[in-house]
C-alpha cells in the first residue's frame, strides 16, 4: 500500500493539476487509515471544485472522522449541488450532532468512545424534509403509505371510529438502490414528522449485550420523540431469520427487535415504523406477524416516467448538450436509480477525460451516456433472478404476488 | 474498539446472514487495517460465497502472508483453490491446515469431499470415519458420507444419510438435494421432484437448486413418461436392451415382431431426441407469459 502511495506521490509531483491522481491518492490514504493525508488532498480536490459528488460524500466522512467540521460543510455543499442524496442526509444529521444545533438527540462523541455513542438518528431540519413529491413513480407504493401510515396519524378519528389505531408496520421491500430509504424519509416528510433511521452499523456492537442495548437505545430516542417515524433499515441484517442463523449470536438482536417493537415496557403510540430490506425472504417470520411487519410493499425498479425524472434531477446540475432523456429513459428498463446515478457519473468521467485529452471543456452529451449505457447492466438483474425463484417455489400466502406481477408486466420480463 | 475492529464485526455479521456481497461493500469501502489476517479471511470467505474464487485465493494468499498458521485461511484457501479445480493446491491447503489441527473434524470432512472428488473413494471414508469419531454428531460429516456414498454410486448409503441428516434437522436443503437425486437416479422422478422442490423453497436463494428444481418440473411432465426407462436405467442400457431383443427376433426368425421392434425403436430414438427439449421450450415459454 505505501508503495502504491509513494508512487501516487510521486506522479503528483510532476503534475500537481492532475486531480483524477489526487483522488486516487486521497482514497489510497483513506483506505490505509492516513486519514489526516487524505483529508489534506481533499482540501486541494475541494478548492480546486475538482470533486465529484460521491467523492465530496466520502470526503465528509473522513473529515467528519477527524472532527473538521469546517470540511465537512463544505464537502456536504458540494455534493448537494451535484445533487447527490446517498448518505447526504446521514452526515448531516451527525454533523449537527457535533455542533449541537440539529437533531433532538446528539450523536455524542467519537465512535471511539462506544459508551457515549447513541445510535439512533432524528432527522428535524425543514430544509432536508423529503416529500412523496421528491420521490419519483413509485405511485402505487406511495398510495399504500398512505393509506397505511399516513393517514391514520393525519386523521385518527376516522380510523378509531372503525378501531384502527395509528402505528403497526410496513415492510418496504425490492431491489437494492431503487428509492426505498427515500420514500421513507418522504413518509416523515409528508407527515412533518421527524426521521429516525436505525442501521444495523449503528447497532451491531461485538461487545455481549451492546447490539440489543444499542437497538434498545434508538428505539427509546424515538419514543421521546414520538410523534415520529422510525425506520429500520436492512430489516433482514437487524432481524434476520433465527432459524437460518448458525451460530447463536444474533438471535438476541432479533428477540430484542421483537420485544421492541411489542412495546414490552414501552410506549409505542404514535410511532410510525418503517422497515425496508432488499432480502424480506431473510426477515424472520415472527417480525411479519400481524402488529409488526404484517404489511409488505414491493418497491419495484423504477418505471420510464420515473426514470425520465430522475435523469432530469441527475443531470439538472451539469453542463449538458442534446441529450434525449426519453431515450436514455426509456434504454434503461430495469435500471435502479443509483445504476442512473452511475451511468451519468461514468458518463461524465468520460467528458472530464476527453477535457484533459483535447484541452476544451466540451458538454456532457448523447455519445458519452450511450458509451457508458453499452457497458452496463442493470443491477437488479441479479435481485429479480432470485426473486423469482422465491416467487415460484417459496410463495406461501401469496406473499410476492406483487413480484409475481412486475416479473409478468413487460417491464419485468426483461429481466428473463 | 476502533472503527476498523467495527467494520469486521460488520462483515462477520453480513456474512452470518448470508449477504457476502454486502460483506464484500464493507470490506472495499471503509477503513481496513490490511496487516490483519482476520480482514483477508473475511474477504476470501465473501468472494468463496459469490464465487470470485480467483480473488479469493489471492485473498487467501495474502492473509497466509501474515500468518501462515491461520486454520481459518488456510481452508479457506483449499476451498478457493477447489472451486478452480485446483484439487492438488487445496489438498496442500488442507494438509497444511490438518498439521496444525490433526483432529478438527470440519477439516477431515473437507478433505474427504475432496478426495473423492479425486476418485479416492476409500480414503474419504477412512477420513470420515475419523471425523465421526471426533464429533459422532456432526451433521457435516453425515452430509458428506451422503455425497461421498452418491458419489461412489451406493445410492443407498447416500439416501441412508441423507435420511439421518433430515431426521436431525428436516429443512436442511442439501439433504433435500441429495435424496431427490438418489431418487432421480432411480427414475422416481416425481418423488425426486418433490425434494427438489423442496429444497429450492428452503434455499431459493441458491441458483442451482432452482435450476434443478426447475429441470425436475419439465421431468415429470406425462409427455416425458414413456421416457422414464432411460431416467431409469440411462440410455446405453436401454438402446442396449433394443438391439438385444432385435438380435432375439431376428434369430427367432419371427418377422413381424422384428419389424414391430425396429419401428419402436425408430419412434422411441426421434421421441427422445425431439420432445424433450420441445416441451422444455414450451414449459419456459408459458411460464414466460
Redesign the interface.
Given at each position: 500500500?505505501s508503495d502504491r502511495i509513494d508512487a501516487l506521490r510521486a506522479a503528483l509531483a510532476a503534475d500537481g493539476s492532475n486531480s483524477p491522481l489526487r483522488l486516487l491518492l486521497a482514497e489510497t490514504l483513506?483506505?490505509?487509515?492516513r486519514?489526516g493525508e487524505a483529508l489534506d488532498e481533499y482540501a486541494v480536490l475541494l478548492r480546486d471544485r475538482a470533486l465529484a459528488g460521491r467523492d465530496a460524500v466520502a470526503g465528509a466522512r473522513v473529515a467528519l472522522?477527524l472532527g473538521r467540521l469546517d470540511l465537512v460543510a463544505e464537502l456536504l455543499g458540494l455534493a448537494r449541488e451535484a445533487g447527490v442524496t446517498e448518505g447526504v442526509a446521514e452526515i448531516q444529521a451527525q454533523l449537527d450532532g457535533r455542533l449541537g444545533s440539529g437533531g433532538l438527540v446528539p450523536l455524542g462523541p467519537s465512535?471511539?468512545d462506544?459508551e457515549q455513542r447513541g445510535p439512533g438518528r432524528l432527522e428535524l431540519e425543514a430544509h432536508e424534509r423529503v416529500t412523496f413529491a421528491d420521490v419519483g413513480g413509485l405511485a402505487e407504493v406511495k398510495k399504500a403509505v398512505t393509506r397505511l401510515i399516513i393517514l391514520p396519524y393525519q386523521r385518527p378519528e376516522l380510523y378509531l371510529k372503525y378501531g384502527r389505531g395509528a402505528g403497526g408496520g410496513v415492510l418496504l421491500y425490492g431491489p437494492p438502490g431503487c428509492g426505498k430509504t427515500m420514500l421513507g424519509r418522504a413518509t416523515a416528510g409528508e407527515c412533518e414528522l421527524p426521521f429516525s433511521n436505525v442501521r444495523?452499523?449503528e447497532i451491531?456492537?461485538?461487545?455481549f449485550g451492546a447490539s440489543e442495548r444499542n437497538l434498545h437505545g434508538a428505539f427509546d430516542e424515538a419514543r421521546a420523540a414520538a410523534p415520529c417515524v422510525l425506520f429500520l433499515d436492512e430489516l433482514?441484517?437487524i432481524g434476520?431469520a433465527r432459524?437460518?442463523?448458525?451460530?447463536s449470536?444474533?438471535r438476541p438482536l432479533v428477540d430484542q427487535l421483537l420485544q421492541e417493537l411489542d412495546g414490552i415496557g414501552s410506549d409505542n403510540r404514535d410511532l410510525l415504523v418503517l422497515g425496508a430490506t432488499n432480502?424480506p425472504?431473510?426477515v424472520d417470520e415472527a417480525l411479519k406477524r400481524p402488529g409488526r411487519f404484517d404489511r409488505m410493499l414491493f418497491v419495484p425498479p423504477p418505471d420510464e416516467p420515473a426514470r425520465a425524472r430522475i435523469l432530469e434531477l441527475l443531470l439538472a446540475a451539469r453542463p449538458v448538450e442534446g441529450v434525449d432523456i426519453g431515450k436514455l429513459a426509456r434504454e434503461t428498463r430495469l435500471f435502479s436509480g443509483a445504476d442512473l446515478r452511475a451511468l451519468v457519473e461514468r458518463a461524465v468521467d468520460e467528458v472530464i477525460e476527453e477535457a484533459l485529452s483535447t484541452g476544451g471543456e466540451p458538454p456532457l452529451a448523447m455519445r458519452h451516456l450511450g458509451k457508458v449505457l453499452r457497458g452496463m447492466q442493470p443491477s437488479t438483474l441479479e435481485w429479480l433472478?432470485?426473486a423469482r425463484?422465491?416467487v415460484?417455489?417459496?410463495n406461501e400466502g401469496g406473499r410476492y404476488d406483487d413480484v409475481e406481477r412486475f416479473l409478468?408486466s413487460p417491464e419485468g420480463?426483461r429481466a428473463? | 474498539?476502533?472503527?476498523?475492529?467495527?467494520n469486521l464485526?460488520?462483515a462477520r455479521?453480513?456474512l452470518?446472514?448470508?449477504?457476502p456481497r454486502?460483506a464484500l461493500e464493507v470490506l472495499d469501502g471503509r477503513?481496513?487495517?490490511?496487516g490483519d489476517p482476520e480482514y483477508w479471511r473475511l474477504r476470501a470467505t465473501a468472494l468463496i460465497a459469490v464465487d470470485g474464487y480467483r480473488e479469493a485465493i489471492d485473498a487467501a494468499a495474502r492473509g497466509l502472508d501474515l500468518d501462515p498458521s491461520d486454520v481459518g485461511l488456510l481452508l479457506v484457501s483449499a476451498l478457493a483453490h477447489r472451486g478452480v479445480g485446483d484439487l492438488a493446491a487445496a489438498e496442500r491447503a488442507l494438509l497444511a491446515a490438518l498439521r496444525i489441527d490433526p483432529e478438527e473434524p470440519a477439516l477431515l470432512s473437507q478433505y474427504a469431499l475432496l478426495v473423492a472428488h479425486a476418485g479416492q473413494l476409500e480414503k474419504a471414508h477412512r477420513l470420515l470415519d475419523e471425523a465421526e469419531r471426533l464429533d459422532p454428531l456432526a451433521s457435516h460429516v453425515v452430509h458428506a458420507r451422503g455425497v461421498i456414498a452418491y458419489l461412489s454410486g451406493d445410492d443407498d448409503a447416500a439416501a441412508r444419510h441423507a435420511d439421518t441428516v433430515l431426521v436431525d434437522d428436516p429443512?436442511e436443503p442439501g439433504a433435500h438435494l441429495l435424496r431427490g437425486s438418489v431418487l432421480s437416479e432411480r427414475g422416481s422422478a416425481r418423488a425426486a421432484r418433490r425434494h427438489f422442490?423442496t429444497a429450492?423453497?428452503?434455499d431459493?436463494?441458491d441458483?442451482e437448486i432452482?435450476r434443478v428444481?426447475?429441470a425436475s418440473r419439465w421431468a415429470t411432465h406425462p409427455l416425458l413418461w414413456p421416457l422414464l426407462p432411460i431416467q431409469r436405467f440411462g440410455p446405453a442400457k436401454v438402446w442396449l436392451a433394443f438391439i438385444a431383443l432385435i438380435g432375439l427376433t431376428t434369430a427367432a426368425g419371427i418377422a413381424w415382431l422384428q419389424g414391430v421392434v425396429l419401428l419402436t425403436y425408430l419412434v422411441f430414438v426421434v421421441y427422445s431426441w425431439t420432445v424433450p427439449p420441445l416441451l422444455r421450450r414450451w414449459l419456459e415459454w408459458r411460464a414466460?407469459?
Amino acid at each position: 500500500m505505501s508503495d502504491r502511495i509513494d508512487a501516487l506521490r510521486a506522479a503528483l509531483a510532476a503534475d500537481g493539476s492532475n486531480s483524477p491522481l489526487r483522488l486516487l491518492l486521497a482514497e489510497t490514504l483513506a483506505a490505509a487509515g492516513r486519514r489526516g493525508e487524505a483529508l489534506d488532498e481533499y482540501a486541494v480536490l475541494l478548492r480546486d471544485r475538482a470533486l465529484a459528488g460521491r467523492d465530496a460524500v466520502a470526503g465528509a466522512r473522513v473529515a467528519l472522522d477527524l472532527g473538521r467540521l469546517d470540511l465537512v460543510a463544505e464537502l456536504l455543499g458540494l455534493a448537494r449541488e451535484a445533487g447527490v442524496t446517498e448518505g447526504v442526509a446521514e452526515i448531516q444529521a451527525q454533523l449537527d450532532g457535533r455542533l449541537g444545533s440539529g437533531g433532538l438527540v446528539p450523536l455524542g462523541p467519537s465512535d471511539d468512545d462506544e459508551e457515549q455513542r447513541g445510535p439512533g438518528r432524528l432527522e428535524l431540519e425543514a430544509h432536508e424534509r423529503v416529500t412523496f413529491a421528491d420521490v419519483g413513480g413509485l405511485a402505487e407504493v406511495k398510495k399504500a403509505v398512505t393509506r397505511l401510515i399516513i393517514l391514520p396519524y393525519q386523521r385518527p378519528e376516522l380510523y378509531l371510529k372503525y378501531g384502527r389505531g395509528a402505528g403497526g408496520g410496513v415492510l418496504l421491500y425490492g431491489p437494492p438502490g431503487c428509492g426505498k430509504t427515500m420514500l421513507g424519509r418522504a413518509t416523515a416528510g409528508e407527515c412533518e414528522l421527524p426521521f429516525s433511521n436505525v442501521r444495523i452499523e449503528e447497532i451491531l456492537d461485538p461487545w455481549f449485550g451492546a447490539s440489543e442495548r444499542n437497538l434498545h437505545g434508538a428505539f427509546d430516542e424515538a419514543r421521546a420523540a414520538a410523534p415520529c417515524v422510525l425506520f429500520l433499515d436492512e430489516l433482514d441484517a437487524i432481524g434476520f431469520a433465527r432459524r437460518k442463523y448458525v451460530g447463536s449470536a444474533g438471535r438476541p438482536l432479533v428477540d430484542q427487535l421483537l420485544q421492541e417493537l411489542d412495546g414490552i415496557g414501552s410506549d409505542n403510540r404514535d410511532l410510525l415504523v418503517l422497515g425496508a430490506t432488499n432480502a424480506p425472504w431473510d426477515v424472520d417470520e415472527a417480525l411479519k406477524r400481524p402488529g409488526r411487519f404484517d404489511r409488505m410493499l414491493f418497491v419495484p425498479p423504477p418505471d420510464e416516467p420515473a426514470r425520465a425524472r430522475i435523469l432530469e434531477l441527475l443531470l439538472a446540475a451539469r453542463p449538458v448538450e442534446g441529450v434525449d432523456i426519453g431515450k436514455l429513459a426509456r434504454e434503461t428498463r430495469l435500471f435502479s436509480g443509483a445504476d442512473l446515478r452511475a451511468l451519468v457519473e461514468r458518463a461524465v468521467d468520460e467528458v472530464i477525460e476527453e477535457a484533459l485529452s483535447t484541452g476544451g471543456e466540451p458538454p456532457l452529451a448523447m455519445r458519452h451516456l450511450g458509451k457508458v449505457l453499452r457497458g452496463m447492466q442493470p443491477s437488479t438483474l441479479e435481485w429479480l433472478a432470485t426473486a423469482r425463484n422465491h416467487v415460484e417455489f417459496a410463495n406461501e400466502g401469496g406473499r410476492y404476488d406483487d413480484v409475481e406481477r412486475f416479473l409478468r408486466s413487460p417491464e419485468g420480463k426483461r429481466a428473463r | 474498539m476502533d472503527a476498523t475492529d467495527r467494520n469486521l464485526a460488520l462483515a462477520r455479521h453480513y456474512l452470518d446472514i448470508e449477504q457476502p456481497r454486502r460483506a464484500l461493500e464493507v470490506l472495499d469501502g471503509r477503513e481496513h487495517d490490511v496487516g490483519d489476517p482476520e480482514y483477508w479471511r473475511l474477504r476470501a470467505t465473501a468472494l468463496i460465497a459469490v464465487d470470485g474464487y480467483r480473488e479469493a485465493i489471492d485473498a487467501a494468499a495474502r492473509g497466509l502472508d501474515l500468518d501462515p498458521s491461520d486454520v481459518g485461511l488456510l481452508l479457506v484457501s483449499a476451498l478457493a483453490h477447489r472451486g478452480v479445480g485446483d484439487l492438488a493446491a487445496a489438498e496442500r491447503a488442507l494438509l497444511a491446515a490438518l498439521r496444525i489441527d490433526p483432529e478438527e473434524p470440519a477439516l477431515l470432512s473437507q478433505y474427504a469431499l475432496l478426495v473423492a472428488h479425486a476418485g479416492q473413494l476409500e480414503k474419504a471414508h477412512r477420513l470420515l470415519d475419523e471425523a465421526e469419531r471426533l464429533d459422532p454428531l456432526a451433521s457435516h460429516v453425515v452430509h458428506a458420507r451422503g455425497v461421498i456414498a452418491y458419489l461412489s454410486g451406493d445410492d443407498d448409503a447416500a439416501a441412508r444419510h441423507a435420511d439421518t441428516v433430515l431426521v436431525d434437522d428436516p429443512e436442511e436443503p442439501g439433504a433435500h438435494l441429495l435424496r431427490g437425486s438418489v431418487l432421480s437416479e432411480r427414475g422416481s422422478a416425481r418423488a425426486a421432484r418433490r425434494h427438489f422442490e423442496t429444497a429450492a423453497r428452503l434455499d431459493p436463494g441458491d441458483a442451482e437448486i432452482a435450476r434443478v428444481a426447475r429441470a425436475s418440473r419439465w421431468a415429470t411432465h406425462p409427455l416425458l413418461w414413456p421416457l422414464l426407462p432411460i431416467q431409469r436405467f440411462g440410455p446405453a442400457k436401454v438402446w442396449l436392451a433394443f438391439i438385444a431383443l432385435i438380435g432375439l427376433t431376428t434369430a427367432a426368425g419371427i418377422a413381424w415382431l422384428q419389424g414391430v421392434v425396429l419401428l419402436t425403436y425408430l419412434v422411441f430414438v426421434v421421441y427422445s431426441w425431439t420432445v424433450p427439449p420441445l416441451l422444455r421450450r414450451w414449459l419456459e415459454w408459458r411460464a414466460a407469459r
